[in-house]
Nanobody
């Protein structure tokens, strides 16, 4: 079992930046591929970014590529999402998630591939 707790959300003006954090506890953090998803009001939860257990591989949704950066600090059991040049359409509840990876460099893009989820943190981007 892995427990995930997100933090760092809030209200920011368009063009601004936020850094989300996701602290993990429970089983060994570095055994998991980590992902960030988001869910805007009235919309389905969607993939944002993923990073492999070692941090050597990562990928992003096209809508955030070049603006968001995912990273992880395994000794601190934490994954981050640095969000720059925020847009109003980035407004959503952001969730981190963990997928067992058995030390492979696989990345995962769908909700069903992730076994553990945090409670979410709200990001609101104003114009």
């Amino acid at each position: 079992q892995v427990q995930l707790v997100e933090s760092g959300g809030g209200l920011v003006q368009a063009g601004g930046s936020l850094r989300l954090s996701c602290a993990a506890s429970g089983r060994t953090f570095n055994r998991y591929t980590m992902g960030w998803f988001r869910q805007a009001p009235g919309k389905e939860r969607e993939f944002v970014a993923a990073i492999s257990w070692s941090g050597g591989s990562s990928d992003y949704a096209d809508s955030v590529k070049g603006r968001f950066t995912i990273s992880r600090d395994n000794p601190k059991d934490t994954v981050y999402l640095q969000m720059n040049s925020l847009k109003r359409e980035d407004t959503a509840v952001y969730y981190c998630a963990a997928a067992p990876s058995a030390f492979s460099s696989n990345l995962y893009y769908t909700i069903n591939e992730y076994s553990f989820w945090g409670q979410g943190t709200l990001v609101t981007v104003s114009s």
